[in-house]
């Protein structure tokens, strides 16, 4: 069974930074598309990153353009976890949010409006950014 936990949420001021983990287990697959989405309260949900990669290592980044500059995507094989570095937080950040997986979507369909759609996803971390 598939299973994606994420951690590292929490409550920050503006400016602030915070790191999101997410630790997969259950699946085997070589080669898997993972991202990170998140939903603010009566909003929809809203893709923030991807990555493409492969147990072997390596990995293509992207972002949604409320991301780029600020949040930074990557992954540790090793320890079969995914992470979310996010700076310079804005109170528009704050959101639940989500690691999500999808094996099918390796390649071209791993891109950040495709994320709120993967196959596998956590339970959610709330982050939170006063101002």
Known sequence: QVQLVESGGGSVQTGG?????CTT???TYSRVCMGWFRQAPGKEREGVTTYS???TGGG???YADSAKGRFTISRDNTKNTLYLQ??????????VYFCAADPSAWGPGCRPSAVTDFEYVGQGTQVTVSS
């Open 53 to 55: 990669g492969s147990n």
């Open 60 to 62: 293509l980044p992207l």
């Open 25 to 27: 287990s259950g699946y």
């Open 86 to 95: 996010m700076r310079n937080l804005k109170p528009e950040d704050s959101a």
């Open 17 to 21: 930074s915070l790191r999101l983990s």
